[in-house]
């Protein structure tokens, strides 16, 4: 099921997408600004956001059930900006998964290839091929509320596949289910990416979701795109301030470039990659889990001191609030694999991070 276009004899990967400056306005709400996004064929690329951000529509105006205002949208190099989605062959799952009530999984399945005036052996050939590769050959003949949100969903998924779309685009498709099932189809839907070798482009809010199934992601806030990157270096080297609060926890430490090195509060030297601009104001990222609180330190003369005001355990990991002689306010997150060396309220403490862990950000 692989898709191949040969073209002069070579195979050519299709289900490329390319948007060029996709802009959206209703009435007076910019709902999507100045959009531009590489997507490669095969690539699994999720747009990551708060509610509001856009990402709808962005999938709508490449599905082509939205229109721009202007820019375009490509499909293998092709401008399709206007073409009406049924000519687009883009499968589309739906923010809220919308299976036909009155008909069988498997009618619903083979919905998309009826309308495509396929002939009747070959769809039950189809529909029973991607049944089986969704783990639902056992429910061809049941309907939709006799089935789970997580069975449905897989549904939706299979209709979606049947007619071997080059790209699928998924809005929120596991917004609707528990946690544990969302873990459990997030893996489903990862491994059938794998077996298709399909382009998705996929919608969520959920950063986790986001960050352990993509090749890369695209962070949405107010209709733009703040940031494209591999989920590490979301989560490691965010571009802005918003990335960095938006994906994950982080310690926010204003700072004070001054001749290549970062001052924090009470103009102590922070450590951080050595600063090449000019001196300017800044902000200093850390990641809780890259901040360490040594109460064995307390004594000694280098580092940042102060104390521990606050502990909370959740689970794998225990954490602690952290307040600096100079009024700094930082979280520290510790897996809870051994509780020898874990300082407790009031206990001094000092705190220290590795300088490549820091990202400074001067927006
Ligand atoms: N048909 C519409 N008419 C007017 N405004 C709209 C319409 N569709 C979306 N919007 C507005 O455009 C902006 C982006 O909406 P969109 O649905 O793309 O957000 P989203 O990122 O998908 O959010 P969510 O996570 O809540 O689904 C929002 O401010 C929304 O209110
Ligand atoms: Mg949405």
Not at 196 to 215: F, N, P, R
Not at 228 to 243: E, G, N, T
Not at 248 to 275: C, F, M, R, T, Y
Not at 312 to 332: I, K, P, Y
Request: aromatic share 4%; charged share 25%.
């Amino acid at each position: 099921m692989l898709m191949k276009a040969t073209v002069s004899g070579t195979d050519v990967r299709t289900g490329g997408i390319a948007l060029h400056n996709l802009q959206k306005r209703y009435g007076s709400a910019m709902a999507v600004d100045e959009v531009n996004l590489s997507v490669s064929p095969g690539e699994f690329i999720s747009l990551l956001g708060p509610s509001g951000s856009g990402k709808t529509t962005t999938l709508m105006m490449i599905a082509g059930f939205e229109m721009p205002d202007s820019g375009q949208v490509l499909l293998d190099k092709r401008d399709i900006t206007r073409l009406p989605p049924h000519r687009r062959e883009l499968g589309v799952i739906f923010q809220n998964y919308a299976l036909f009530p009155h008909m069988t999984v498997a009618e619903n399945v083979a919905y998309p290839l009826r309308m495509r005036r396929i002939a009747r052996v070959e769809i039950e050939a189809r529909v029973r091929r991607i049944l089986d590769q969704v783990h639902l050959g056992a429910f061809a003949s049941r309907y939709p509320h006799q089935m789970s949100g997580g069975q449905q969903q897989r549904v939706a998924i299979a209709r979606a596949l049947v007619f071997d779309p080059p790209v699928l685009l998924l809005d929120e498709p596991l917004g609707a289910l528990d946690k544990k099932l969302r873990e459990h189809l997030r893996n489903e839907i990862k491994t059938l990416h794998k077996e298709v070798g399909k382009t998705m482009i996929y919608v969520t809010h959920d950063q986790d979701e986001a960050l352990a199934m993509s090749d890369r992601v695209a962070v949405m806030h107010e209709g733009r795109i703040r940031q494209v990157s591999a989920p590490k270096d979301i989560y490691c080297r965010p571009a802005d301030l918003f990335v960095a609060g938006f994906v994950g926890e982080v310690n926010l430490i204003p700072v004070k470039l001054k001749s290549g090195i970062v001052h924090g509060p009470a103009d102590k030297i922070l450590p951080a990659q050595p600063w090449s601009g000019a001196d300017r104001d800044a902000t200093l990222c850390l990641r809780p889990e890259h901040l360490h609180l040594d109460k064995r330190l307390a004594r000694s003369s280098g580092g940042i001191h102060g104390h521990i005001t606050g502990m909370t355990f959740v689970g794998d990991a225990t954490t602690l609030e952290f307040r600096s002689e100079s009024g700094l306010q930082l979280t520290s997150k510790v897996l809870n694999v051994s509780s020898e060396a874990m300082p407790d309220v009031g206990d001094p403490c000092v705190a220290s991070w590795a300088a490549n862990d820091a990202t400074i950000l001067t927006e």
